[in-house]
T-cell receptor
């Protein structure tokens, strides 16, 4: 079965450093998302992306965050200057079409900011 | 504001002891209500989508039901391998089809 692939599985960084989290969504999917989950807390929506632009973003997704689909396969989340509170599991997800709302999630990137 | 509340936070069952998980929601323009299963350190895995009040879906020992304000996930004769966190989520029919998750119910099934 096709799956969403995320790299790296773990990322350790120093506070203030930039990180880029990478995702390869399922090839025929059109809607892309980033979610995060702080340890022991709920899965939180960050941003949705469709037709090469942001469709919607949450209050968490401030100016320090950006997303990009640089080519036909990759979908990236960049955090410009990481903070301690950015430590979380980041999940990429995708939906095939507007008529099929089931989210397919990747296995996540565990980001630790020291 | 769209909101999803799940109860209980945690549930401990003996193998074979049936029970139900609750999800109450408020959302403007419900497009679908979802149940996902999440194992530790992994991404949520899709279980069911429900669209309208009265709808029911079944998969093995799980059955999901939907009313106008709530959804229930019924677990019949659970096994230890059913131990996981069960997440309820709602999707509004606006913008980029944002899906909002509840905090989940951690289910522990003891043999």
């Amino acid at each position: 079965e096709p799956e969403v692939t995320q790299t790296p599985s773990h990322q350790v960084t120093q506070m203030g450093q930039e990180v880029i989290l990478r995702c390869v969504p399922i090839s025929n999917h059109l809607y892309f998302y980033w979610y995060r989950q702080i340890l022991g807390q709920k899965v939180e929506f960050l941003v949705s992306f469709y037709n090469n632009e942001i469709s919607e973003k949450s209050e968490i997704f401030d100016d320090q965050f950006s997303v990009e689909r640089p080519d036909g396969s990759n979908f990236t989340l960049k955090i410009r200057s990481t903070k301690l509170e950015d430590s979380a599991m980041y999940f990429c997800a995708s939906i095939m079409t507007a008529d099929n709302e089931k989210l397919f999630f990747g296995s996540g990137t565990q980001l630790s900011v020291l | 504001e769209d909101q999803v509340t799940q109860s209980p936070e945690a549930l401990r069952l003996q193998e074979g002891e049936s029970s139900s998980l609750n999800c109450s929601y408020t959302v403007s323009g419900l497009r679908g209500l979802f149940w996902y299963r999440q194992d530790p350190g992994k991404g949520p895995e899709f279980l069911f989508t429900l669209y309208s009040a009265g709808e029911e879906k079944e998969k093995e020992r799980l059955k999901a039901t939907l009313t106008k304000k709530e959804s229930f996930l019924h677990i019949t004769a659970p096994k230890p391998e059913d131990s996981a966190t069960y997440l309820c989520a709602v999707q509004a029919g606006t913008g980029g089809f944002k899906t909002i998750f509840g905090a989940g119910t951690r289910l522990f099934v003891k043999a």
